[in-house]
């Protein structure tokens, strides 16, 4: 049992034995210290106001630079021909309105013999169409 035993020569002690080592998690830690501002030539140095927001933004700043050199200003040759493609496509799809409202402005108005032919007249002959329909 565990009970306190006076003849005992020393303490009991915690034999723990690490059985995995990971070098990735090492590297991602030691990465981790450095944007913190952690480093390895900070350990013994002082604490800095706003170390850390530094470090962070120096580290974004590279990052963006190494992604523009890889892309190659391709978002800034992209944009251009995208802008003329959408006002293109703006044109093709306003220009027949336009161009049929000129057409309609260009034509003169009915006259009233016209709008009197095309409107109800009760008096006119109804025209009777035979019925096929047989009832059984």
């Not at 709008?115 to 047989?134: A, R, S, W």
Request: glycine share 8%; aromatic share 10%.
């Amino acid at each position: 049992m565990g009970l306190f035993t006076p003849h005992k020569k020393h303490a009991n002690a915690f034999n723990y034995i690490p059985r995995y080592y990971d070098p990735e998690k090492e590297r991602r830690e030691q990465r981790r210290k450095e944007l913190c501002g952690e480093g390895a030539t900070d350990e013994g140095g002082e604490y800095k106001p706003g170390q850390f927001i530094r470090t962070q933004r120096e580290a974004r700043n590279a990052r963006r630079e190494t992604e523009r050199a890889v892309s190659g200003g391709l978002g800034s040759k992209i944009a251009p021909i995208a802008g003329v493609l959408l006002l293109l496509a703006i044109i093709y799809m306003i220009y027949p309105r336009v161009a049929m409202l000129f057409s309609k402005m260009h034509n003169p108005p009915q006259t009233q013999e016209q709008l009197d032919i095309e409107e109800f007249n009760p008096y006119t002959p109804i025209t009777i169409v035979p019925n096929d329909y047989k009832e059984e």
